[in-house]
């Protein structure tokens, strides 16, 4: 990858991040479900409706990583945090989502998309900052383990009928 571009998402964004969220998903964990229980949570977690709501909500951001082309690439979404661990004050951040299509993998795109949301996550000055990640996923968890996050709870993520087992990773800030 030569040049990548990340630009903060607005609400004009929301069909574009919609597609991306729904490609990289399928791409990334497709694979793993049944088709009923993959269309489930995409039409639930992609709906352009609710990240459109999420894009004006000032307590939530989205950045795009284009190619120098223009071409959408991958993308990462935080916010206030959501898990289910009892340690989650009010003013916890959480990595919801950050997937890059598969040609970009490896290539350090996901390394600036990460260090954009820490950046914005450092404006709000939170306690924590949390991220759930699939069991499964060690290459990612490697990524957390080395910018300091810990395994600190699991829980189960639905995707569809289907019930994932996720680790809960806590990172206390140092900002």
């Known amino acids: 990858m030569t ?17 991306l969220g729904r490609e990289t998903f399928v791409e990334t964990f497709g694979h793993l ?14 709906e352009p409706k ?21 071409t959408a690439i991958g993308y990462a979404t ?10 989650v004050g009010v003013r916890a951040l959480e990595l919801k989502r950050i997937y890059l299509a598969g040609p970009a993998q490896g ?15 450092a404006t709000q000055a939170p306690p924590d900052i949390w991220i759930g990640v699939w069991s499964e996923n ?17 829980y189960g993520f639905p995707v569809g009928q289907t019930v994932d087992r ?3 990773l806590r990172r206390r800030p140092a900002f």
């Open 107 to 121: 290539a350090g795109a996901g390394g600036q998309l990460f260090d954009a949301v820490l950046d914005w996550m």
């Open 138 to 154: 060690f290459g990612a968890q490697r990524f957390y383990a080395r910018r300091g996050f810990e395994k600190v709870g699991e």
């Open 166 to 168: 996720e680790f809960i």
């Open 78 to 87: 935080a916010g206030p945090c959501g898990l289910p661990h009892p340690e």
């Open 33 to 46: 479900y049944p088709p009923e229980d993959l269309a489930a949570y995409l039409a639930s977690a992609y």
């Open 3 to 19: 040049q990548l571009i990340l630009r903060r998402a607005g609400a004009g964004d929301a069909a574009l991040l919609a597609r």
């Open 50 to 70: 609710a990240i459109h709501r999420s894009l004006e909500n000032s307590s939530e951001a989205s950045w795009i990583a284009e190619t120098a082309a223009g």
